[in-house]
């Protein structure tokens, strides 16, 4: 058991570049989310799902988008990345509103 | 809107003392308050789990208590130790309107114990 998977672990991008980062989670998980981490700001809600099919807008959505194909695979998607993007970036998960929430290990990105 | 406050946003002790974090929220309409720790450059590893009908929840040397009504929570530490030094967060998760499913997080105690 795995837990919450995220890839890659270290991004560069250049400015208006995209890319998609990966999240999995092994735990039949209905609840599925993205945060982003900045200094001074704390963690913020970016996107999350429900369940296959099922995705709403957090806190931050601007510039990401995401989809839910699977019941495992949240991915996120940086369009066109800018600076203010640089953060670090962890997916989350949890079984119903109820229980606990899972983290996996984040993604450092740095947009130039 | 759901806000969390953490304090202390630091705090520095010497091994051995109990300590008491604290965590206040503005909208009781909750699933549940969580606690978490975060090492520098890692992850969120879940410390304590409380349900919104739950006073309080124990491991080991951490209890945590909540009281919904008053929109406030504690960590406590006993006889703390370095392997204690990380950064506390604590969050909530929303149970109505637009909050629903939400988590909803403090920005941190960071938490320094010196032997």
């Known amino acids: 058991n795995a837990g919450v998977t995220q890839t890659p672990k270290f991004q560069v991008l250049k400015t208006g570049q995209s890319m998609t980062l990966q999240c999995a989670q092994d735990m039949n998980h209905e609840y599925m989310s993205w945060y982003r981490q900045d200094p001074g700001m704390g963690l913020r809600l970016i996107h999350y799902?429900?369940?296959?099919?099922?995705?709403d807008q957090g806190e931050v959505p601007n510039g990401y988008n995401v989809s839910r194909s699977t019941t495992e695979d949240f991915p996120l998607r940086l369009l066109s990345a800018a600076p203010s993007q640089t953060s670090v970036y962890f997916c989350a998960s949890s079984y119903s509103p109820q229980g606990i929430e899972y983290f996996g290990p984040g993604t450092r990105l740095t947009v130039t | 809107k759901q806000e969390v406050t953490q304090i202390p946003a630091a705090l520095s002790v010497p091994e051995g003392e109990n300590l008491v974090l604290n965590c206040s929220f503005t909208?009781?309409?909750?699933?549940?308050l969580q606690w978490f720790r975060q090492d520098p450059g890692k992850g969120l590893t879940s410390l304590l789990l409380i349900q919104s009908s739950q006073r309080e929840q124990t491991s080991g040397r951490l209890n945590a208590s909540l009281d919904k009504s008053s929109g406030r929570s504690t960590l406590y530490i006993a006889a703390s130790q370095p392997g204690d030094s990380a950064t506390y967060l604590c969050a909530v998760k929303g149970n109505r309107g637009s909050t629903l499913g939400r988590l909803y997080f403090g920005r941190g105690t960071q938490l320094t114990v010196w032997p």
């Open positions: 909208d009781s309409a909750i699933y549940n």
């Open positions: 799902s429900v369940g296959a099919g099922i995705t």
